[in-house]
């Protein structure tokens, strides 16, 4: 085992807070995580500038997180619960609708999310995440994208609907630079073209 799974193997695992007031200091703590690893970026979060965020004292901060990698784990698993949930929503509208509608769908879910939750990229970029977990996560969002295709009117042709998943969540990959590109009326366009882009193609496909 190499030195980087085995220091994550013995460090201790976050405290759950059991009453009111510790659940609302932890929760104040992730959101204060949530904004300076969106600024800095992960690699320069530091946990003194979390806890001087959320007006709490380092001290406190250790108590739940005693390190800077649970905190984001943490957070970073909360924030794919969100998205999951988000995209699952869409399954409970997707009846009678097409497959550049669907898209559209989830195009649109995750760009918004994307921009609401700013923590989410320099989460999932870490390089001491682990490997296995975000293929995992990788596997789920894929998965919950290609239920949704399959349920599409008229059916996709057998296989497509995880092939379109798959564009999709590579499409994400534009969006996310897009994003960061402070030209917002460019952004905008752009992000609209490659909406157009995926409907009038899944349009064709679809028949």
Avoid: C, W
Wanted: glycine fraction near 6%; proline fraction near 5%; avoid cysteine.
């Amino acid at each position: 085992m190499d030195s980087q799974k085995s220091s994550k193997a013995t460090t201790p695992a976050p405290r759950k807070p059991q009453r009111k007031r510790g659940k609302e200091r932890v929760s104040a703590l992730l959101a204060a995580g949530a904004e300076v690893f969106a600024e800095s970026g992960y690699d320069a979060a530091t946990m003194t500038g979390i806890a001087a965020r959320a007006g709490a004292s380092i001290g406190s901060l250790y108590q739940f997180f005693p390190t800077k990698y649970l905190l984001a784990e943490t957070l970073h698993a909360e924030q794919i619960g969100v998205l999951l949930e988000r995209l699952g929503e869409l399954r409970t509208k997707a009846e009678g609708k097409s497959a550049a509608d669907l898209a559209d769908d989830v195009f649109q879910t995750l760009t918004a999310f994307l921009e609401s939750h700013p923590a989410f990229v320099p989460l999932a970029d870490r390089r001491d995440i682990d490997k296995d977990r975000k293929a995992k996560t990788r596997a789920q969002l894929r998965q919950r994208i290609t239920d949704l295709m399959s349920h599409a009117v008229p059916p996709l042709p057998p296989g497509k609907a995880e092939v379109v998943a798959t564009v999709i969540l590579q499409l994400m990959r534009s969006v996310i630079a897009l994003l960061n590109d402070r030209e917002q009326p460019l952004r905008d366009a752009v992000l609209a073209e490659l909406r157009v882009m995926l409907r009038n193609h899944l349009e064709k496909v679809s028949g």
